[in-house]
C-alpha cells in the first residue's frame, strides 16, 4: 500500500525567507490530517508543495506514490483565496463541472455521468438551487461551498483543503464538517483550519506547522509543540476529555 | 448606398468586416475575461517588425506578419510566465522592440513602403481576394482551435491554479491563446491597424459583458457587434470620406460611451 502522501525533509523559502524548514510528513489512506499553526507558518505553501504547485528548494515529494504533476488530478483541493476570477461569465453549474475536466479529457464534451456528478456534489453542499447562479452572484460562504463541490465532484482520493469554513455561516459548517466526517470513510483528508475547535472534534490527526512541523502521527500535541510553533505559550480551550487536542498536563 | 456593392473593393471591405468580427469576437472576449489586454496590444505592436520584414524580402507583409506576430507571443508568454520580470515590464519592452525591428527594416528596404499607413491605421477599402482567402483560412483555424479546447481554456482562464491541479497543462494553453490573439492580429490589422487593433479586439466584448453572463453568448454577442460597427463604421467612412479604421473605432467607442452613460443614469434612477 503506497502512501498517499509522502514529504522528505521539504525546504521551501521565498528569496531569503525559509517558509518550510525540513517537513518530513506521511499521510495514509483514509487519514483526517488538520493542520493548525500561526499566519504565515506556512501552512498553504505546504499544501502547494504537496500538490506539486510549488517546488522545493530541497526534498522529495509524493503524492499517491508518484511525482505529484502527474497524480494530482486525483486530488480535490479548496484554495483558501481561491484565485479565480471574479468577474468572469461563468455559472455555479458550469463551475462545478469543471471539477469533471480529469475525467472527461479534452476534445470530448461533459456527458450525462459528469452531469449527475455535478448534481450530486452541489445537492451535498446545499447548492443545487443556485446552479443557474453567476459566480459573482453568491456571497463568499456560498462560493466557498461551490469551490467544495467541484472538488468533491473529481472523485478524488484525497481532499486538500485550505481554510474551507472561511465565510461559511455557522449552521453549514456544521454540516460541512459532518460532510468530512462522512467522506473520510472512503478517502484521505487534510484540512488546514484555524478553527481549533473544529480540528479537535473532526479529525483524526493532528499536526502544528510554523516552519517546522510538529506532528506525532497521532491526534496530540505537546505543550512543547504549541510553544515552538506559536512563539509563545497559547491558551488552549480543551472542549472536555473526548476532544483535546492537549495532552493531558 | 446599395450601388456601392457592385464595386469588388466593398464587396472585400464587407467580407472582411465579417470575417475580422469573428475572430475578434471569440478572442476578444477571452482578451477580455483574462484581462490580458495590454499583452494583447504588446503582441500587437510588437508585429509591426513582422509588416517591416514582409517589405524587406518583398514579400505580401502579411506573410511576414503571421510568423513574426506568433513568434512575438510566444516570446512574450514565456518571458512572462518563466522569468522573474513582471508581465508589465516584459510587455512594455517587446511592444517597442518588435515596432523598432520594424522601422529598422522599413528602412533598409530601397524605395518607398507603400501603404505602410495601412497596416498602422488600417484600412479595409484595400483588401484583397488573396487577403480574403488568408483571413478565411485563420478564421477557420481559430474557431476549431477554440471549439476543441473550450473546456480547457475556460478553466485557464477561470483560475489557472484549479486548472493545473485538475490536469490542465495551463502554461501550453496560455501560450496557444496568445498565439490564437497574435492570428486574430494578423486578421485585423487591415481593418483598423496595429495601433488601433485593440480597441477592437476589447470593445465588443466588454459591450457583450453587459447583456449575458454565459461566456458562449458573449462571444456570439460581440461577434455580432463587432460586424454590426464595423459596417456602420465602413459605410460612414465612405459617406463623409475619411479614413475607415478610426471611424470605425470612433462608432463603437461612441456606442460604448452612450452606454456607458446610459447605464449610469438608470442605475441612479433605480437607487
Not at chain 2, 218 to 229: Q, V
Request: charged share 15%.
Amino acid at each position: 500500500m503506497t502512501e498517499v502522501v509522502e514529504l522528505q525533509d521539504i525546504w521551501v523559502s521565498y528569496g531569503d525567507v525559509t517558509v518550510l524548514e525540513a517537513v518530513d510528513l506521511i499521510i495514509q489512506d483514509k487519514d483526517f490530517l488538520g493542520i493548525i499553526g500561526p499566519n504565515g507558518g506556512g501552512k498553504s505553501t505546504l499544501l502547494k508543495v504537496i500538490l506539486g504547485l510549488i517546488t522545493p528548494d530541497r526534498g522529495i515529494v509524493k503524492l499517491l506514490g508518484d511525482n505529484p504533476v502527474k497524480t494530482r488530478k486525483h486530488v480535490g483541493y479548496v484554495p483558501q483565496y481561491a484565485s479565480f476570477n471574479l468577474n468572469f461569465p461563468i455559472s455555479v453549474w458550469e463551475v462545478v463541472l469543471m471539477g469533471r475536466m480529469n475525467t472527461v479529457g479534452s476534445l470530448r464534451r461533459y456527458g450525462k455521468k459528469d452531469h449527475d456528478a455535478a448534481q450530486e456534489a452541489l445537492k451535498k453542499v446545499k447548492m443545487l438551487e443556485y446552479k443557474d447562479r453567476q459566480i459573482s452572484e453568491l456571497s463568499g460562504g456560498q462560493r466557498q461551498r461551490v469551490f467544495i463541490a467541484r472538488s468533491l465532484v473529481t472523485d478524488p482520493k484525497l481532499l486538500i483543503l485550505d481554510e474551507p469554513a472561511t465565510g461559511v455561516d455557522f449552521v453549514m459548517q456544521k454540516e460541512f464538517y459532518e460532510l468530512l466526517r462522512e467522506l473520510k470513510q472512503h478517502i484521505s483528508i487534510i484540512m488546514v483550519s484555524h478553527d481549533i475547535s473544529a480540528i479537535s472534534v473532526y479529525v483524526d490527526k493532528v499536526a502544528c506547522l510554523n516552519r517546522k512541523l510538529h506532528y506525532h502521527n497521532s491526534k496530540e500535541l505537546s505543550p512543547e509543540d504549541l510553544d515552538a510553533s506559536y512563539g509563545c505559550p497559547v491558551e488552549m480551550l480543551a472542549h472536555g476529555m473526548p476532544h483535546r487536542v492537549l495532552k493531558l498536563h | 448606398m446599395i450601388e456601392i456593392l457592385q464595386y469588388d473593393f466593398m464587396r472585400n471591405a464587407l467580407l472582411t468586416a465579417i470575417l475580422a468580427s469573428i475572430a475578434c469576437g471569440i478572442i476578444g472576449v477571452y482578451v477580455v475575461v483574462k484581462k490580458i489586454v495590454s499583452i494583447s496590444g504588446g503582441i500587437s505592436h510588437a508585429s509591426f517588425g513582422g509588416v517591416g520584414l514582409g517589405y524587406f524580402l518583398g514579400i505580401n507583409p502579411l506573410y511576414g506578419l503571421i510568423p513574426f506576430s506568433l513568434f512575438s507571443a510566444l516570446v512574450m508568454g514565456l518571458v512572462s510566465k518563466r522569468s522573474k520580470m513582471s508581465e508589465d515590464t516584459a510587455t512594455g519592452i517587446l511592444w517597442s522592440l518588435g515596432m523598432a525591428i520594424g522601422i529598422i527594416f522599413i528602412n533598409l528596404t530601397p524605395g518607398y513602403a507603400p501603404d505602410l499607413m495601412t497596416y498602422l491605421f488600417g484600412n479595409i477599402l484595400t483588401v484583397s481576394t488573396s487577403d480574403l482567402h488568408v483571413m478565411l483560412a485563420l478564421d477557420a483555424l481559430i474557431v476549431v482551435i477554440v471549439y476543441a479546447f473550450y473546456k480547457e481554456f475556460m478553466a485557464m482562464c477561470f483560475d489557472e491554479e484549479f486548472a493545473s491541479v485538475i490536469g490542465v497543462a495551463v502554461e501550453r494553453m496560455y501560450l496557444l491563446l496568445l498565439c490564437l490573439i497574435a492570428l486574430t492580429i494578423v486578421l485585423l490589422i487591415k481593418v483598423v491597424g496595429i495601433i488601433l487593433i485593440i480597441a477592437l479586439l476589447t470593445m465588443p466584448a466588454t459591450l457583450s459583458a453587459h447583456y449575458t453572463h454565459n461566456l458562449r453568448n458573449m462571444m456570439y454577442l460581440s461577434i455580432f457587434f463587432g460586424a454590426f460597427f464595423s459596417i456602420m463604421g465602413l459605410s460612414l467612412s465612405y459617406l463623409l470620406d475619411i479614413p475607415s479604421g478610426a471611424t470605425i473605432i470612433l462608432v463603437m467607442a461612441g456606442v460604448y460611451i452612450i452606454h456607458f452613460i446610459y447605464d449610469g443614469l438608470t442605475k441612479k434612477v433605480h437607487a
